[in-house]
């Protein structure tokens, strides 16, 4: 059976007013891509938008064993948190990729990674990277913050 996997793209935090209803519309969107039949979701754990969408994929996790998922982590120096809400989560996932070793900067070529290996992609607002997913193809869902 094919693994269908989806990721989460956010270019910038969100006004913390707009958070719960940013999150509600997140969840929507998971809801609508397990519905889907989507069980591997990507976070790239790079602001608290993406830490909000891992947790609640972890929710989903715990009602459905065959859902997992990643960390795509743009470079190694970001592993060396003590955040606890972003640890807590990075533990929950079954794999995690690093773009880079390197302390630089490798965010869109971890943006076009996450891109490369799903076949669905939740954005957070339109950007340049929401381009390249039309362009490879890539369902799409679209949320305005």
């Given at each position: 059976?094919?693994?269908?996997?989806c990721?989460?793209?956010?270019?910038?935090?969100?006004k913390?007013e707009?958070?719960?209803?940013?999150?509600?519309?997140?969840?929507?969107?998971?809801?609508?891509?397990?519905?889907?039949?989507?069980?591997?979701?990507?976070?790239s754990?790079?602001?608290?938008?993406?830490?909000i969408?891992?947790?609640?994929?972890?929710?989903?996790?715990?009602?459905?064993?065959?859902?997992?998922?990643?960390?795509?982590i743009?470079?190694?120096?970001?592993?060396?948190?003590?955040d606890?809400?972003?640890?807590r989560?990075l533990?929950?996932c079954?794999?995690?990729g690093v773009?880079s070793?390197?302390?630089?900067?490798?965010t869109?070529?971890?943006?076009r990674?996450?891109?490369?290996?799903?076949?669905?992609?939740?954005?957070?607002?339109?950007?340049?990277?929401?381009?390249?997913a039309?362009r490879?193809?890539?369902?799409?869902?679209?949320?305005?913050?």
């Amino acid at each position: 059976m094919l693994i269908k996997t989806c990721c989460f793209i956010s270019t910038k935090e969100i006004k913390e007013e707009n958070l719960f209803f940013t999150s509600e519309k997140i969840r929507g969107a998971v809801k609508k891509a397990i519905d889907d039949g989507y069980t591997n979701f990507i976070s790239s754990f790079e602001n608290m938008i993406d830490l909000i969408f891992a947790d609640i994929v972890t929710e989903y996790m715990q009602a459905n064993s065959s859902i997992t998922l990643e960390g795509a982590i743009s470079n190694s120096s970001k592993l060396d948190n003590n955040d606890y809400f972003f640890n807590r989560l990075l533990s929950k996932c079954n794999t995690v990729g690093v773009t880079s070793i390197q302390n630089d900067d490798c965010t869109d070529k971890r943006n076009r990674l996450m891109i490369d290996f799903s076949q669905m992609v939740i954005f957070l607002n339109e950007n340049d990277f929401t381009h390249y997913a039309k362009r490879n193809k890539k369902e799409i869902i679209i949320i305005k913050d």
